[in-house]
């Protein structure tokens, strides 16, 4: 298949391009760079020895996508291309709506014209918000959520769901990760976002190359065994992978289906750091201070019916996920 990957230099997109070129496949990137570089393209070719074509231009531009299309024969896309910094979306609203729900719909439209019937979006657990209980499962109510960007995601589920039953030979797989982290085992793809990062991992690799003092632990008063939040942390490549079997999938299914990407075990914070420092064997400066508005103390996912929809599940380690996270923040560090 050849696949448009918009938002494929990003941190899963580039994962998921490596790995779709490495299946035989086709892919067309199309980046605005806006939490992204370049660069990312030539390390794709390193790893993979195969260039992706690759379009800098923005998902709200209707005529840069229709180029795409008419250049390429695309036969589905994944769509990660959206702004994803949850503390930002609450200071910036009207940018996150602007952006995210403008770039689904006006991709949705440019694929109507020219009758691209498949698409994998970019979801995530955040659209189970606080009402559930974990282990969340597809069939749970997935309309809450705390911030603007999940609220980005909400939307953009029910405008995939109401788009499918106006044109129902249309296939959308709307994947809800948990929370991936980790690396390609070469170390030149990993998540490496602009400015101070805001999730853990990244955080944690930044400390311990030096560049950052020391890590906060947002809270150790949680309902959890240890106090501390529990997550469903994933592999960066497990979760790319997931995305070739959502398109396998849609390949030959109509219809719209929410499948989450999980291991359906919660890790806490305090376990994640311990990890890390064993199997990095270092020392992780870290404090505990306030909790961090907003978190719920623990959720991971029911990853049923992954296994049995699209043959997927998770397989690797807490251990692979925290060596190959620090074999990038070194590689970083080194810039
Ligand atoms: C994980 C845990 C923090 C930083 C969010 C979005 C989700 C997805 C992933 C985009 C929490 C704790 C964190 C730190 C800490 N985003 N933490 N110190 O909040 O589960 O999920 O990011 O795709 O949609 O909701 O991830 O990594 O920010 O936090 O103690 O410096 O680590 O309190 O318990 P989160 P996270």
Redo the contacts with the bound molecule.
Sequence with gaps: MKVLVTGGAGYIGSHTVVELLQAGHEAVVLDDLSNAQADVINRIETITGRRPAFYENDCKDADALRRVFREHEIDAVIHFAAY?A?GESVREPLKYYRNNLDSAITLLEVMEEVGCRKLVFSS???VYGPENEAPYREDMPALQTSNP??WTKVMIERILKDYVTAHPDFCAILLR?F??IGAHESGLLGDDPNGIP????P?IGRVAAGQLEK?????DDYPTPDG??Q?DYLHVVDLAVGHLRALEYAADHEGAEAINLGTGHGVS?LELVNAFQKVNELTLPYVIGPR?DG?LPAFWADPTKAKEVLGWEATHTLEDMCRSSWLYAKNCARK
């Design positions: 994803k949850v995530s657990a955040t960007y999940g990760y929370n991936p805001n999730n853990l991992m955080y890590l906060t632990i947002f809270g501390t939040c997550r914070v961090r978190d």
